[in-house]
T-cell receptor, first 113, second 115 residues
Framework: GESVGLHLPTLSVQEGDNSIINCAYS??????FIWYKQESGKGPQFIID?????DKRQGQRVTVLLNKTVKHLSLQIAATQPGDSAVYFC????????????FGQGTRLTINP | GAGVSQSPRYKVAKRGQDVALRCDPI?????LFWYQQALGQGPEFLTY????????KSGLPSDRFFAERPEGSVSTLKIQRTQQEDSAVYLC?????????????FGQGTRLTVV
């Protein structure tokens, strides 16, 4: 069945360094991808999204890259700050009009001072 | 309120007890979703409402799970005869429109522990 997964369950980086969080997905028909940040005791918070007709999208300190050939998605966070510590999930929708999100397992990002 | 509100934040239920979890979406949001998040896992879709209509309940794990949104605003997720495997965080999300790139806003969740 369709699934969205992550390569690494944990990632530890130094404050000020750049972070890259990876995600592999299996449904080649997926059309829309989203990265969420979840802090302890809180619900997921939208970070950035990308449609399948794009390969790169930039936000404030974040960049999402999509490689449809190998079904790979990544989230780059520039100049990480202590407030970036959280679990990051990639999620997909099967198509633009789909309602439900399919989430991956998540990567815990820890920022070392 | 400014965001999605869920209550209670924490619920401890004895096995076999019925529970009801409440979600107050952002005012005016058409779409409402329920997700279940087990410890250390990503959220898993349970059900979706567009206004008061439940359009997708494919993720509900059994007939013990029931959700409603009778007036197209507040929603309740009910779990009958709770079992230990029901222990999880139940997340509610709402979005202004349905489909497309409409951002879904999540509540803080209700942590259910079945003992």
């Amino acid at each position: 069945g369709e699934s969205v997964g992550l390569h690494l369950p944990t990632l530890s980086v130094q404050e000020g360094d750049n972070s890259i969080i990876n995600c592999a997905y299996s449904n080649s028909a997926s059309d829309y991808f989203i990265w969420y940040k979840q802090e302890s005791g809180k619900g997921p918070q939208f970070i950035i999204d990308i449609r399948s007709n794009m390969d790169k999208r930039q936000g404030q300190r974040v960049t999402v890259l999509l490689n449809k050939t190998v079904k790979h998605l990544s989230l780059q966070i520039a100049a990480t700050q202590p407030g970036d510590s959280a679990v990051y999930f990639c999620a997909e929708k099967a198509n633009w009009g789909a309602q439900k999100l399919v989430f991956g397992q998540g990567t815990r990002l820890t920022i070392n001072p | 309120g400014a965001g999605v509100s869920q209550s209670p934040r924490y619920k401890v239920a004895k096995r076999g007890q019925d529970v009801a979890l409440r979600c107050d979406p952002i005012s005016g949001h058409v779409s409402l979703f329920w997700y279940q998040q087990a410890l250390g896992q990503g959220p898993e879709f349970l059900t979706y409402f567009q206004n008061e209509a439940q359009l997708d309940k494919s993720g509900l794990p059994s007939d013990r799970f029931f959700a409603e949104r009778p007036e197209g605003s507040v929603s309740t997720l009910k779990i009958q005869r709770t079992q230990q495997e029901d222990s999880a965080v139940y997340l509610c999300a709402s979005s202004l429109f349905s489909g497309g790139g409409t951002e879904a806003f999540f509540g803080q969740g209700t942590r259910l522990t079945v003992v």
